[in-house]
């Protein structure tokens, strides 16, 4: 890689054991910053820490649920007073939901996931910046690109990542009085399974790739090269925004027609080829004039089927 920048730092990167939090803590690391990862999976941080320091990367693994401001505090004391400095903090821990309908949607559920996705990164940089103000640093917020597009039955994870963005600006205009920059970063797809303990194989099928404008689903290692640029000196510039990460599919736009319900059926049945024989399906049911005429057609091939 053959950079250093952050040669003689102290990075905080939540949720570090494993996924994002976890390449983002190993490109910091590689790069010359002390990291400490703070995570509720006291195994895969051990293992991660592990990882790192055999790899001559100087980290320790703190035991706290980033929700809770007793952890949180604590956490964040025993970093300042192993490495003597916090210059940046990485809010990454989040946890996804069910996906159950607004009607099932319990108030619990609607609370945990605002507790560790947004009241996490406040309490976060609530402690750390009582240490990140005495030399300057940064703050970099993972939210997510389903702060501004939804699936059904998303909610409280949209909600969310939402809340995050703005607490992204709100805290940028804050801190910059003590040289503190904010940036928020929006992933789009991002394939964890080599990053997870132990690694997973990844069950990605070229179509899943193919779906977006880069070619490809991405990756841990792309949150990181860009959490690394943004927590480096060359971003001094750049504070209080968001940055949507997403190998271009929130820039695409789409409208249902032949060419989206080809793609559509590919990505169903793994398969380009059944894509287009429906798509010639539909080209043909077309060309009878009328829907009339249409409906009888597909009425005799479904007979036959
Ligand atoms: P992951 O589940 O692989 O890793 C999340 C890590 O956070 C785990 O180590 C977990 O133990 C830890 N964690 C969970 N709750 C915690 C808590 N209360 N306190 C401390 N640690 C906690 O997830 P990931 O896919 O790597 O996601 C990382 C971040 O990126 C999340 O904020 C997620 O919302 C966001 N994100 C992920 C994707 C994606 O496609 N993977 C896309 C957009 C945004």
């Given at each position: ?11 905080v990167v939540t949720?570090g054991a ?17 990291v400490a990862i703070l995570d509720v999976?006291r195994?895969?941080g051990e293992?991660?820490v ?9 980290s320790i693994f703190i035991y706290a649920d980033v929700?809770?401001?007793?952890h949180v505090?604590e956490a964040i004391d025993t970093v300042y007073k192993r ?223």
């Open positions: 890689m053959g950079m250093n920048r952050f040669v003689g730092k102290v990075c949720g494993r996924g994002i939090g976890a390449a983002i803590a190993h490109r910091l690391g590689l790069e010359g910053c002390k999976d195994e895969a293992q991660r592990k990882m790192l320091s055999s790899m001559s990367i100087e929700s809770n401001e007793d505090r490495f003597k400095a916090i210059n940046v903090l990485v809010n990454n821990a989040g946890i996804g939901f069910s996906g159950k309908s607004l009607e099932e949607q319990t108030l619990d559920e609607w609370r945990r996931i605002i507790d560790v996705n947004l009241t996490g990164p406040w309490l976060c940089s609530k402690h750390a910046v009582r240490y990140m103000k005495l030399s300057g640093g940064v703050i970099i917020n993972i939210a997510s690109t389903r702060a501004f597009q939804s699936e059904p039955n998303t909610e409280p994870y949209s909600a969310s990542k939402g809340g995050l963005i703005a607490l992204t600006h709100a805290l940028a205009i804050s801190l910059a009085k003590y040289g503190i920059r904010v940036v928020s970063v929006s992933p789009g797809w991002i394939d964890t399974s080599a990053w997870q303990i132990p690694p997973k194989g990844s069950r990605l099928s070229p179509l899943d790739h193919m779906w977006h404008p880069a070619g490809r689903v991405g990756r841990p290692e792309d949150i990181a090269a860009l959490v690394a640029f943004l927590a480096s000196d060359e971003a001094s510039w750049i504070t209080g925004v968001n940055i949507v990460i997403d190998g271009g599919v929130s820039a695409k736009m789409v409208y249902l027609d032949e060419s989206v319900i080809e793609e559509g059926l590919a990505m169903l049945f793994q398969d380009r080829g059944v894509g287009k024989m429906f798509r010639e399906l539909i080209e043909r049911l077309k060309s009878y004039g009328s829907v009339e005429e249409a409906k009888k057609r597909l009425g005799e091939i479904l007979e036959k089927l």
